[in-house]
């Protein structure tokens, strides 16, 4: 079964602490997301790669980043983790190219910063 | 991508059909309709996609009007466990950097024993 991974389910860190959230799949897709998902705001691209050492930004970029050193591996990190990110991170991947198929989701991290 | 309309929630009562509308009265020509379900506390899961042909899987059928502006899904033996938020979504399949998802509010799927 093809799975994607998320390294926690949940998380609780201080304001300030650096944090690392961590995605591996094994379909050998090109590209990996991450996405945060907050009530009334729906799904929103934090960062997207379509391939090792390449990165783009999606639409809410600023207080992260992201490290894809081998291909089945994406990470987010917040730098400085601030109470505004309290959310719900979700990692994706889907093949490259111009093909026709859906994403592949994990289960999500609840990061909860106080 | 183009804009999907879809009701805020809906009711089904378990073992019954569930018919979920959406309305993308302005996709293109390439545009493809996506479906995904996302059950509480987990992330969103692939249901099925269509171009212009209905189209069936273990999960789900869905159906595109002649005129590609409305799609519906069905679930033909609603269970408990197909209680959810659907999102339907329009989009082109494109080259690696633009192949992204924009989820808008979705159906919240309730069914009921």
């Known amino acids: 079964d093809v799975k994607v991974t998320q390294s926690s389910r949940y998380l609780v860190k201080r304001t300030g602490e650096k944090v690392f959230l961590e995605c591996v799949q094994d379909?050998?897709?090109?590209?990996m997301f991450w996405y945060r998902q907050d009530p009334g705001l729906g799904l929103r691209l934090i960062y997207f790669?379509?391939?090792?050492?390449?990165?783009e930004k999606g639409d809410i970029p600023e207080g992260y980043s992201v490290s894809r050193e081998k291909k089945e591996r994406f990470s987010l990190i917040l730098e400085s983790a601030s109470t505004n990110q309290t959310s719900m991170y979700l990692c994706?991947?889907?093949?490259?190219?111009?093909?026709?198929?859906?994403?592949?989701f994990g289960s999500g991290t609840r990061l909860t910063v106080v | 991508d183009a804009k999907t309309t879809q009701p805020t929630s809906m009711d089904c009562a378990e073992g019954r059909a569930a018919n979920l509308p959406c309305n993308h009265s302005?996709?293109?020509?390439?545009?493809?309709v996506y479906w995904y379900r996302q059950i509480h506390s987990q992330g969103p899961q692939y249901i099925i996609h269509?171009?212009?042909n209905n189209e069936t899987n273990e999960m789900a059928s869905l159906i595109i009007t002649e005129d590609r502006k409305s799609s519906t899904l069905i679930l033909p033996h609603a269970t408990l466990r197909d209680t959810a938020v659907y999102y339907c979504?329009?989009?082109?399949?494109?080259?690696?950097?633009?192949?992204?998802?924009?989820f808008g509010g979705g159906t919240r799927l309730m069914v009921k024993p």
């Open positions: 269509g171009l212009k």
């Open positions: 979504i329009v989009r082109v399949p494109s080259n690696n950097a633009g192949n992204m998802l924009t």
């Open positions: 302005t996709i293109s020509g390439n545009e493809y």
């Open positions: 790669s379509y391939d090792v050492k390449m990165k």
């Open positions: 994706a991947s889907s093949p490259g190219g111009t093909v026709v198929y859906g994403y592949t």
């Open positions: 379909m050998d897709h090109e590209n």
